[in-house]
C-alpha cells in the first residue's frame, strides 16, 4: 500500500502502535526488491523521506497519506486527505477496528472498503 501510494507522488506516514512493530515494518521495507524500493525512514530518523514510519508521534511535515496500523485512530488524523485502516481477521484486534470504523463513519468520513 506504501509503495504504490508512494510510487503515484503522495507522501505517506505509516502509525505503527508499538515502536516495536515501527521497526518491524521499517525491516520489512528496507527487504523489498530493489526495483520496488520505497525510500523511508522512521519518525526518530534526522533524514525526511517520501515515507516515515511513526509509533503514534504527531508528525510536522506529513497531511497527505496516512496508513493507520495501530488499533485506534491518533488525534492528529484528521489533518490527512486519505485515511486507510488495515483490517485483519484476528479476533482480538477486529472489535477494536470495527470501532474504528465506527469512530470514522459516525463523524461524516467517506468510507471505502477494499478487499486485499
Request: aromatic content about 10%.
Amino acid at each position: 500500500m506504501a509503495e504504490k501510494a508512494y510510487h503515484r507522488g503522495h507522501r505517506v506516514l505509516i502509525n505503527a502502535d508499538t515502536e516495536s512493530n515501527a521497526k518491524t515494518i521499517d525491516d520489512l521495507l528496507w527487504s523489498q526488491k530493489a526495483v520496488s524500493f520505497v525510500p523511508h525512514a522512521l519518525m526518530s530518523s534526522t533524514t525526511p523521506e517520501d515515507v516515515t514510519i511513526t509509533w503514534g508521534q504527531e508528525p510536522d511535515n506529513h497531511d497527505d497519506v496516512l496508513i493507520n496500523l495501530a488499533l485506534t485512530a491518533p488525534p492528529w488524523f484528521s489533518r490527512f486527505q486519505r485515511v486507510a485502516e488495515v483490517v485483519s481477521q484476528d479476533p482480538s484486534a477486529l472489535a477494536a477496528l470495527r470501532d474504528a470504523w465506527r469512530f470514522y463513519r459516525d463523524r461524516g468520513y467517506p468510507l471505502k472498503k477494499h478487499d486485499l
